[in-house]
């Protein structure tokens, strides 16, 4: 998921990881807002300032990603 994210902003990979990880706390709590302000911060610490596009882009790929990982993890009803 953050390998996609990262493509698309134009992040370095690795760095990227470690922005997101060291932003836990922050991220949790809401320091920066909504999924596209938390990515512009993850990439910005990533030494990169993405485009509009390029964030909408990325929230959309979270949010797609996000719902196919948690709609595989639950059981199917029969």
Known sequence: ???EMAQILDVEPDAFAAAFEATAYERFTGLYGDLPSTLREIARRSGRQPSDDQLEQATAARRRLAHTSSS???PRRR
Do not use: Q, T
């Open 1 to 3: 998921m953050n390998r």
């Open 72 to 74: 595989e993890a639950l």
